[in-house]
């Protein structure tokens, strides 16, 4: 019995546990670094600059005394904290898509690290347990899944499946995987003891005077929580308990996953209620590694179960909508567009694949035949296109038959609303007509054969048109 558990211990170091955790971890961590570069992308100079709001003597000062480092430490030049600024930006990007995962995980947490000490004050303090969570990670494999690097290791294991330089990989990233879950772990159980410590933690008021502090009070809304006194106890009080509760909730599956969506909730309120999206998304991220690799299979087959029963679902839908054949037939429309454009034709195709109830029926006015049948101006409709109502012979052209397509297309409603602004603004009308009169004339209004007007490929293969583009003026 002692040899088959040590068996299974070993297999289980030597196999990399939390592989889609330690990916989908990178990418959210990745995506938030890189919305810290950007949302202080125009203010980079005052934030952290060498004339910024901490002089550069005093910023080296810091580094002395804390024994400390920051890339931006070895110059004063502006441009010399450009380029390292922007490179931090580059090195996010690189390890957020996953490419040369490794080297971009060193690059990013060096320059994640320098940012912070060029100027420690500014950030809400997520930064903090997400650069000592990247220190660990350092040695992870997070390149599996949702990377550029995927196809490559997957490629490696089928060449090397057991060999002793990937035992060794394996065995760095299960510790440090265990490293992050240990440190979330003690991120809690300390604060937890430190507000059971206090006084208006014991007393349950604390988070009264915590939602009542200017910086993260919200008019309004706020207010119904301080003002109902059993909630206001109620969050003191279960604050704390998670946060002490959540390292013994972790060694039993339904615990853990109670302690994860306890969590999720707990950070989401405060991301709302106190205005720290940065911070709280930091520590939800760290919850992928939570997660095992088997339980996120599973849950992609739900979903992927769950996608093939709603299409389902709305096929019946569709049908039984489609049986009220008298209802739909009377708002069906003939479109009439311009047979010669690119672009027309190619947004006709789309708009077929969209027609979930056959509402709309496609002609080319460059076919004479519809031209007579409908007793329509051919240079207008070579300006506009137009829609003809099918019970009322109602027409419309330009912007407002964009406007009667979109009604008839269910995954075009919500553009119907922004299209009825735009033309009641006198907007929608003037941007259709540019995009039509510049619009691409693949064929003179002339090549119709039998009837039918010919693509260029096929006009030029019958001796009709060689092939040929001009532009509609």
């Known amino acids: 019995m002692i040899r088959e558990m040590l068996r299974s211990s070993y297999a289980a170091l030597v196999t990399e546990q939390a592989l889609v955790g330690a990916s989908l ?15 202080n992308y125009t203010q980079r100079q005052y934030l ?5 709001i901490w002089p550069f003597q005093e910023f080296l000062e810091y580094l002395r005394t804390g024994r400390s480092f920051s890339l931006y430490q070895f110059s004063d030049s502006s441009l010399f904290f450009e380029l390292v600024f922007h490179l931090g930006i580059l090195a996010t990007i690189l390890f957020t898509i996953g490419y040369r995962t490794r080297l971009a995980s060193i690059a990013n947490w060096l320059f994640l690290w320098s940012l912070h000490e060029r100027n420690p004050w ?4 997520g930064d903090n347990i997400i650069r000592i969570a990247l220190l660990f990670l350092l040695f992870a494999n997070l390149g599996a899944y949702f990377s550029c690097d995927s196809a490559r290791y997957w490629q490696r294991i ?15 990233h299960n510790f440090a995987v265990l490293a992050v879950i240990t440190q979330v772990c003690i991120m809690y159980f300390i604060t937890g003891l430190h507000k059971a410590m206090g006084e208006m933690w014991q007393e349950g008021v604390a988070a009264y005077y915590v939602l009542r502090v200017q910086d993260y009070y919200w008019p309004g809304v706020s207010d119904l929580i301080i003002q109902n006194y059993w909630l206001t106890v109620f969050i003191t009080y279960m604050t704390v308990v998670f946060e002490l509760a959540f390292p013994f909730l972790l060694f039993n599956t339904i615990t853990r996953r109670l302690a994860l969506l306890s969590g999720l909730a707990f950070h989401s309120g405060i991301a709302i209620f106190m205005a720290l999206p940065v911070f709280q ?17 599973a849950l992609a087959e739900w979903f992927q179960q769950w996608k093939i029963t709603m299409a389902q679902r709305f096929h019946r839908f569709v ?4 049986g009220y054949s008298t209802i739909l037939r009377i708002q069906r429309v003939l479109v009439l567009y ?17 027609d979930l109830f056959s509402l709309i029926e496609f002609a080319s006015f460059r076919n004479p035949d519809v031209v007579s049948l409908h007793n329509l101006d051919a240079q207008r409709l070579e300006r506009r296109m137009h829609t003809k109502t099918l019970r009322t012979n109602d027409i419309q052209e330009g912007i ?42 693949l064929l003179s209004p002339t090549t119709c054969v039998n009837g039918q007007c010919l693509g260029p490929a096929d006009a030029a293969r019958k001796g009709s048109l060689p092939e040929t583009t001009t532009r509609n003026s």
């Open 400 to 441: 407002d038959a964009v406007i009667q397509i979109a009604i008839r297309l269910i995954p075009l409603w919500p553009m119907v609303p922004v299209l009825v602004v735009a033309r009641w603004l006198g907007l929608g009308q003037r941007i259709y007509d540019f995009i039509a009169r510049y619009r691409m004339i």
């Open 48 to 52: 952290w600059g060498p004339e910024g």
């Open 319 to 322: 049908e039984r909508i489609r």
């Open 338 to 354: 311009d047979g010669h454009c690119q672009l027309c034709t190619r947004s006709v195709e789309t708009l077929k694949r969209l």
């Open 25 to 39: 971890l990178r990418f959210v961590v990745g995506l938030n670094i890189l919305f810290i570069y950007l949302i």
């Open 281 to 297: 998304l930091f520590v939800i991220s760290l919850y992928a590694v939570f997660i095992s690799d088997r339980e996120y299979r």
């Open 158 to 172: 089928k060449e090397h499946p057991d060999s002793l330089p990937r035992r060794f990989s394996a065995i760095l």
């Open 122 to 125: 500014i950030l809400d303090g």
